[in-house]
Nanobody
Framework: QVQLAESGGGLVQAGGSLTLSCAASGSIFTINTMGWYRQAPGEQRGLVATVTRDGRTNYANSVKGRFTISRDNAKDTVHLLMNSLKPEDTAVYYC????????????????WGQGTQVTVSS
């Protein structure tokens, strides 16, 4: 059983900063890609940023230059530093991890956190 626990959401004024954190726990052999996704009311969940085990990052165009994703492989954690926040960044943010499971760890399972609310006021 694997669990992802998120923290760091909250209310912030436009132009402010927040850092989200996510810690994975449970029966974990290794973690492939970790990332953050978000879902605003009435919209589909979409990519914010991902980071591979060797540190390669990918960002949604809307957050490039403002958000920074990082991870600590030793602690099975991923973080999202969000600067210059805008009202349109308001959403529930979800942590995601791709974790090899099963016999020989040849299958990669997708795990999600419960989500943390980020609200940016104008």
């Amino acid at each position: 059983q694997v669990q992802l626990a998120e923290s760091g959401g909250g209310l912030v004024q436009a132009g402010g900063s927040l850092t989200l954190s996510c810690a994975a726990s449970g029966s974990i052999f290794t973690i492939n890609t970790m990332g953050w996704y978000r879902q605003a009311p009435g919209e589909q969940r979409g990519l914010v940023a991902t980071v591979t085990r060797d540190g390669r990052t990918n960002y949604a165009n809307s957050v490039k230059g403002r958000f920074t994703i990082s991870r600590d492989n030793a602690k099975d954690t991923v973080h999202l530093l969000m600067n210059s926040l805008k009202p349109e960044d308001t959403a529930v943010y979800y942590c995601n991890a791709g974790i090899p499971v099963g016999r020989g760890y040849t299958t990669v399972a997708d795990y999600w956190g419960q989500g943390t609310q980020v609200t940016v006021s104008s």
